[in-house]
């Protein structure tokens, strides 16, 4: 996905610690409330697990530990933004979900530099919104575990 | 254009399927010439071929399948006889099409593949007739021009109602053949030329033409034949028709009161029956049934599970409805996807056939259980391995005819395919009565190629030599031969097999012949399962690859061998491997232990569970890109109540956990290698097992009576009571020894040394009886009464050796009193 693609869109968001991030509306199948995780052995440290999506086999993706973001046990716990990435369904694991936010392009802005080296290919750019910074997430990088896989291990 | 498309579609899959049908019946003709419905089938499918690509205006196609048409009609004809180079070049001609139709699926193009030396070959062999038929070449001149002349018109458009015109081709040929033979060749020219003018028809007219299966008998015919319709009715009735009359054949005689409606409808419905009573659906259509099907069995498996728990009734019977409508249905929507193995085997005469003209060889080979039916996917993925097995098979296993004959065999090897049906898998055996496979040779070159070191190779037991010609990189071929012996065989075969869930075991005899046997699921889409816990979560077992479950008690124990875990089940080391460390978990001290007895690469091995939860039916669902990377998962499925569960790969864990390369492995070959040697569980019936017994001393046991054989250290032996006892699969085990308990030599119990126990089950206990050592296995055996009648002896080797009942000395030393039933873990 491109930034120009982004730009201007409806991006749906939702919560990390104390920070807002969105991703494209159209990338968004739906989102989940609860859905028990069984957890795979072996696979990389964001992969939380499987959930059964009506029937369908979803993998779970813990965006806390996708992005550098410390771990808590969250109260009522996780929920789950399904996405579709490459023709399958993945769910992120986010805090909690906000609304769908019509952004304007010219409030866009490339990533910050300083934002950790880790993270930074995970985030196309930022929106400037009135109260704080938006979060563009690269959903078809943040589901492409295997290749960060040793730098998050770390 | 997608009207064109979809005629193209169809032309293909008829041709596909015809030759198919040619393949066979040409390898049939080159057997039995004779056989004359087999060359008029070949004869008339070719000829549909052809005309049919005439019309789609396939030239090249047309060319091809013409010229081997004309062969095909000399032989028919009887002008030319079946012989190895006609079969060839056929065969070679039946290719050539299959190329051509492939680039048109593909491309819609006819590719630009050269076959004119084929052509070549096809023009010289049917010039042979040339000298057969002395001089016939120079009548045909004439004829040509009347033939054309004769029906500019009305020949074309006879060929659209289906064969109805090209079929009268072939009569009108047919006809004149009898006049003379050089005038079919004539008329088959002809018939190209009024061909070639009918591939401009009109598409419409194309259509019609493939409405009607061109297998099927002609309407015309089928009235005439039934006596409701007059031959020339039905021939106005086609030429009306072919002079742009989009009617069929029935209804313009129908229309034109010159047959009933009702016999039309008759002979219609006859001349439909085969080609009706299926239909050609797309595989997708059925894979996306497939799949809601598995979608409707998960969700009965969840309704079935909340009617458990539920005490409404008016919900527990629409359920159970639910539960067995399912079930129908998962069984149907799973037999619309099964087809008859014959369907990959039909390919294989010609390969054999082939190969064995490639290295001089001859070969019959015989198939059994054609109608074997399986899943499509899995037909697809058996297809390779196995003919690639029946190439290695001509290759290398059987002989040359010379070293057939010299070993005192049929110059003629036997092949033989069989598949069957047993529980919810089918197996496949292919066997052969070749050269064997010398676990020698397997050995030296095992070594050669690195695959095994020489310390290694000394101490492998042949069996397990004989299974490296699995093992990656290995080739025995002696000299390497363009059809098998590449290196890439037999393991790919293997991994192949393994993939779909199956698997492949070789048996062999040298100088005997060698039979491979492989197992493989009916089904991949649903499968039967074993559910386990471990480490909090389930996992699912495919059932194919379980053996049996053994539960350990406190003081059974798994053993060492360096450093590999093994637990002895039944005289047999078995390696094992914990779950918990394959799956990372933390280890845990058990005081008991489940134990699931799966096999991998044919060989047995035990995964240590936490817990055994059910069995159940699962639906394999792939996992997702990102953590499919792992060798040990093989999918994952719903459960019954909506939860997610992993399903183990067996030969993944096998190999990432490296429990059947290691020594606890190699140590358990050797044992079963013994074990044939002695081979006890073959022999049934009246068969003995002879014991000795001190000083000199023998007796018999019927082997019925007798459950295993145990050896049992000196300090194994305890003493409870006044009885010697040792502790045996979590039992005391009551010791008897025999010599002194039948007045029949000393004892052997306390001599300080390791003593040979044959255990017994008396009324449901163990009892060992203790012997000097294992003699031998007598298979019906002389038997003598004595004069009392009651106490039999056998003759073995002209000695005279008494039987000794085990009941009876079990009862008599008293030793069925003692509760020796009592479980270790209960003191």
Not at chain 2, 767 to 788: E, F, K, T
Not at chain 2, 795 to 822: F, W
Request: a negative charge.
């Amino acid at each position: 996905m491109t930034t120009e693609q982004t730009a201007g869109a409806l991006l749906c968001t939702f919560r990390l610690a104390d920070l807002l991030f969105g991703v494209d509306v159209r990338d968004v199948q739906e989102v989940l409330r609860h859905a028990e995780i069984t957890p795979v052995p072996h696979a990389a440290p964001a992969v939380a697990g499987l959930i059964n999506l009506r029937g369908q086999i979803a993998t779970t993706i813990d965006l806390r530990t996708r992005l550098a973001l410390d771990s808590i046990e969250l109260e009522g716990g996780p929920m789950h933004v399904v996405v579709r990435a490459a023709g399958e369904p993945v769910s992120l694991l986010v805090d909690r979900i906000g609304d769908v936010l019509s952004v304007d392009h010219e409030d866009y802005e490339p990533p910050p530099v300083t934002i950790d080296p880790a993270v930074a290919e995970l985030i196309v750019g930022t929106y400037k919104l009135e109260e704080e910074l938006l979060l563009v997430v690269d959903v078809a990088r943040v589901v492409e575990t295997h290749v960060t896989q040793g730098e998050e291990a770390a | 254009m997608e009207e064109d498309d979809e005629i193209i579609g169809e032309f293909l899959a008829e041709c596909y399927e015809g030759l198919e049908r040619i393949e066979q019946g040409l390898v049939v003709l080159e057997a039995t010439p004779d056989d004359t419905p087999t060359l008029t089938e070949v004869f008339r499918i070719l000829h549909t071929i052809k005309g049919t690509c005439g019309f789609l205006g396939f030239g090249k196609l047309e060319t091809v399948a013409h010229r081997g048409e004309n062969l095909l009609s000399l032989l028919r004809d009887s002008v030319l006889e079946m012989d190895g180079e006609i079969t060839d070049a056929l065969l070679a001609t039946n290719d050539a099409i299959g190329v051509i139709l492939g680039s048109i699926e593909a491309s819609g193009e006819e590719g630009d593949q050269d076959f004119s030396s084929l052509i070549a070959t096809l023009e010289t062999l049917a010039a042979r007739a040339d000298h057969v038929t002395s001089g016939g070449a120079a009548a045909p001149a004439p004829a040509e021009t009347i033939e054309v002349a004769d029906e500019p018109a009305a020949e074309p458009p006879a060929d659209t109602e289906t064969d109805a015109g090209v079929e009268t081709d072939v009569e009108q040929v047919e006809a004149s053949d009898e006049s003379t033979d050089d005038a079919s060749l004539v008329a088959e020219q002809a018939e190209v030329d009024t061909e070639a003018a009918a591939s401009e028809l009109v598409e419409g007219v194309i259509a019609e033409a493939k409405a009607d299966d061109p297998s099927s008998d002609r309407i015309g015919d089928l009235l005439v034949a039934d006596g409701v319709a007059d031959r020339t009715d039905v021939e106005v009735a086609a030429a009306e028709q072919s002079l742009g009359d989009s009617r069929k054949i029935g209804n313009i005689l129908v229309d034109e009161g010159r047959a009933e409606r009702k016999d039309v409808e008759t002979a219609a419905s006859r001349q439909r029956g085969a080609a009706d009573s299926s239909i050609r659906v797309d595989v997708g259509v059925l894979d996306t049934l497939m799949n809601l099907v598995g979608e409707l069995v998960l969700s009965r498996n969840e309704i079935v599970q909340l009617t458990g728990d539920d005490k409404n009734e008016g919900f527990v019977a629409p359920a159970q409805r639910l539960n067995l409508i399912t079930s129908e249905l998962q069984e149907s929507v799973m037999k619309t996807r099964m087809q008859p193995i014959g369907t990959i085997w039909n390919k294989l005469p010609r390969v054999v056939r082939d190969l064995s003209h490639q290295f001089d060889k001859q070969i019959r080979l015989e198939m059994e259980g054609k109608e074997t039916e399986l899943d499509r996917t899995i037909l697809e993925a058996v297809k390779d391995p196995l003919t690639h097995m029946i190439r290695n098979t001509v290759d290398h296993g059987i002989e040359d005819p010379d070293v057939r004959v010299a070993a005192g065999k049929d110059a003629e090897g036997y092949l033989r395919l069989s598949a069957s049906h047993e529980g919810g898998q089918v197996n496949i055996e292919i066997t052969d009565d070749g050269g064997g496979i010398d676990a020698a040779k397997i050995r030296k070159k095992a070594v050669e190629k690195g695959v095994i070191t020489a310390e290694v190779a000394e101490t492998l037991p042949d069996a397990a030599a004989v299974n490296l010609i699995f093992a990656p990189g290995f080739s025995t071929a002696e000299k390497v031969t363009g059809v098998s012996g590449r290196g890439v065989g037999m393991d790919v075969v293997r991994t192949n097999i393994e993939r779909i869930g199956g698997s492949v075991e070789v048996k062999t005899t040298v100088g005997r012949g060698t039979s491979f046997k492989i197992k493989i699921p009916l089904t991949l889409a649903i499968i039967p399962a074993l559910i386990v816990r471990c480490d909090g979560q389930r996992y699912a077992l495919p059932q194919l690859s379980l053996q049996e479950l053994v539960r350990l008690g406190p003081n059974q124990k798994i053993e060492d061998v360096h450093g590999a875990p093994v637990y002895r089940l039944r005289d047999r080391l078995l390696p094992i491997v914990d779950l918990r460390s394959q799956l990372g978990a933390d280890r845990v001290d058990r005081d008991d232990a489940n134990i699931v007895v799966l096999h991998a690469d044919g060989r047995p091995f035990g995964l240590i569970v936490d817990s055994i939860a059910d069995t159940e039916e699962i639906v394999i669902k792939p996992l997702g890109r990102t953590v499919s990377d792992s060798e040990m998962f093989s999918g994952a499925t719903v459960m019954g109540d909506g939860s997610v569960a992993l399903i183990l790969d067996v030969n993944g864990l096998a190999a990432s956990s490296g429990v059947l390369s290691s020594a606890a492995s190699v140590a358990m070959e050797a044992e079963e290698e013994a074990e044939q040697a002695n081979s006890l569980d073959t022999i049934d019936g009246r068969t003995v097992l002879l014991v000795g017994l001190a000083d000199d001393n023998r007796a018999a046991i019927l082997l019925d009576q007798v459950d295993r054989l145990e050896e049992f250290a000196p300090d194994a032996i305890e003493m409870s009571g006044h009885r010697d006892v040792v502790q045996y699969r979590g039992e005391v085990m009551p010791l008897v020894d025999l010599g002194p308990s039948t007045g029949r030599g000393s004892g052997t119990i306390g001599m300080g040394q390791s003593v040979s126990v044959v255990v017994c089950s008396i009324e449901g206990q163990p009892v060992g009886l203790a012997v000097d050592g294992i003699l031998d296995i007598v298979s019906q055996p002389d038997v003598r009464r004595d004069g009392a009648g009651d106490v039999e002896s056998v003759v073995v080797e002209g000695r005279l050796i008494d039987l000794v009942d085990a009941h009876e000395i079990a009862l008599n030393s008293g030793v069925l009193r003692l509760e020796s039933a009592v479980p270790i873990g209960a003191y």
